[in-house]
């Protein structure tokens, strides 16, 4: 389970002890306050992971109503993120979301659930944003409490949370969370540059809906092209393809919206041609599905079909070593 909502009690990353809200401890250019935290279900479909609490948040701590302070100035960017990943039923906002309610579908944290802060080269202020993420990927003294703080609170993560989205797709970060998040669970696999997958649910990294992004936080809803416009693809087909094993019976090919619709039908009338798999044993998601019809999907584009290829990357981690080859095997 996770933690219940509320304020955490946990001096794991402080020697001496500490006071929550007010005890902060140096290690070389970082700094951490003692302030961790937990917002909604402990057993969720979907988890909900920021970096650390920001500086916005931070003001919050001490001074006004618990819910408030989780993604304070950009819950409504938040929304659209999760709204662009068919996360959100009909009308809900992030705001109606965060709750103490034990049925919440949703359980809202930090990867690092105190406070973590970053000298900055030029002033020597410890500040809680700009590229504080990208350097954490990359420093032992972050990594040391990130792995300290994802063994205790996420090391056992509910069977009914299917979905877990991490908020910044830094390609370091994302590099650095999956290797992580593998320690805790070996059966984790990459899907593509964005997202990691077992047999319980499938993580994926979005665009990080705080102001600082600029123009990618754009790019990321709305672009047809470009690095952020792939990074949203590949979440999606990620997201897609839980959705398509957990209901055994979708559609195996979904499409972007660029693709005409005379294109789909004949299309989606031979993805439905399911293949029985009676001897699948290792690489099926699920014990459910073994010895039964099981469709994955696979999203085409419109390059896809143009240049007649069909993009498997979704689904390699499903596949059996022995049939991918590389580009001069067979």
Request: one cysteine or more.
């Amino acid at each position: 389970m996770l933690p219940t909502h509320g304020k955490i009690n946990c001096q794991d990353c402080f020697p001496s002890g500490a006071e929550w809200g007010k005890t902060s401890l140096q290690q070389d250019n970082w700094l951490i306050d003692n302030n961790p935290c937990s917002w909604g279900g402990q057993n969720p479909e979907v988890l909900v992971l920021g970096f650390s609490k920001g500086t916005n948040q931070n003001s919050k701590l001490q001074s006004s109503d618990f819910n408030s302070i989780p993604y304070s100035g950009f819950r409504h960017r938040l929304s659209k993120v999760l709204d662009r990943l068919n996360l959100l039923n009909s009308g809900e906002v992030v705001d109606t979301l965060i709750h103490g309610e034990d049925n919440s579908r949703f359980h809202f944290a930090s990867l690092v659930r105190c406070s973590l802060s970053v000298k900055d080269e030029h002033s020597g202020k410890y500040l809680k944003s700009g590229n504080i993420i990208a350097r954490s990927a990359r420093d032992s003294n972050s990594q040391s409490a990130i792995d300290k703080c994802t063994r205790k609170f996420l090391g056992a993560i509910p069977k009914k949370t299917k979905v877990v989205v991490l908020l910044s797709n830094d390609d370091g970060y994302v590099d650095a969370c999956y290797e992580q998040f593998r320690n805790l669970y070996p059966g984790l696999k990459r899907i593509n540059p964005v997202a990691y997958a077992d047999q319980e649910r499938t993580w994926v990294h979005v665009i990080h809906p705080a102001g600082t992004t600029g123009h990618h936080f754009n790019d990321w809803l709305d672009m047809a092209v470009g690095k952020q416009a792939h990074k949203r693809d590949w979440a999606l087909e990620a997201l897609n393809m839980t959705t398509a094993t957990m209901a055994h019976g979708a559609p195996a090919i979904s499409f972007d919206s660029h693709v005409k619709d005379e294109i789909k039908e004949p299309m989606l009338k031979a993805s439905r041609r399911e293949v029985h798999k009676p001897e699948c044993q290792s690489y099926c998601p699920n014990e459910e599905a073994q010895g039964r019809s099981i469709v994955f999907p696979v999203t085409l584009s419109t390059g896809a079909l143009k240049n007649s290829y069909i993009p498997l990357s979704s689904i390699l981690h499903l596949l059996p070593n022995e049939i991918i080859g590389g580009s001069k095997k067979s």
